[in-house]
């Protein structure tokens, strides 16, 4: 995903590393993205390689020079490509690591299980209140209506996972 969106944010202009890492960063990309912010300039590596971005030019910034990079006309066709493919693939995701380790949570101590589930339950918490901090910070701003269904999407799939460990966590309780 970090080629799709630094083609995306280089498409509507030129950008350093720096601008790209400030952007993605501000719009929480690695949350949402699974955007790291070390795999940025690994992609304009990768991107230069593959013809798709090419150098704009040098800035000086103080002591610093920053090269800024443009999407290529084979970067934008790219582009497309990465976008519409990205659209069509299957956005079905389940927590496997959460399913394995239920599969084999009999092997664990009754009063282990729960304090891990209720850990889980915590960060449940903790990113549902992220995601609502990132309403609050769109409050009085206009939200296109596909990222404000994609916002909404993000926030339901927490709830229902929280639910899913509340549920868990009543059967643990009750198992003998």
Not at 29 to 44: K, N, Q
Request: aromatic share 4%.
């Amino acid at each position: 995903m970090t080629k799709l969106l630094v083609l995306g944010l280089l498409d509507g202009g030129p950008m350093s590393g720096y601008d790209l890492q400030q952007k993605l960063g501000g719009a929480d990309a690695e949350r949402w993205g699974g955007v790291l912010p070390g795999s940025i300039y690994h992609a304009l590596k990768k991107l230069e390689g593959e013809g798709c971005i090419a150098l704009a030019g040098v800035e000086q910034t103080g002591h610093r020079q920053k090269a800024v990079y443009r999407i290529t006309e084979a970067g934008r066709s790219h582009l497309h490509t990465l976008i519409a493919d990205a659209l069509r693939a299957s956005s079905a995701l389940y927590p496997t690591t959460l399913y394995s380790a239920l599969s084999l949570a009999d092997k664990l101590p009754p009063a282990e299980v729960r304090l891990a589930l209720e850990e889980q339950r915590r960060r449940l918490e903790a990113e549902y209140a992220a995601l609502e901090r990132g309403r609050a910070g769109n409050e009085g701003q206009e939200v296109p209506p596909l990222a404000r269904i994609t916002i909404d999407n993000m926030a339901d799939i927490v709830q229902r996972q929280r639910r899913c460990v509340e549920e868990l966590l009543a059967a643990v309780g009750e198992a003998p």
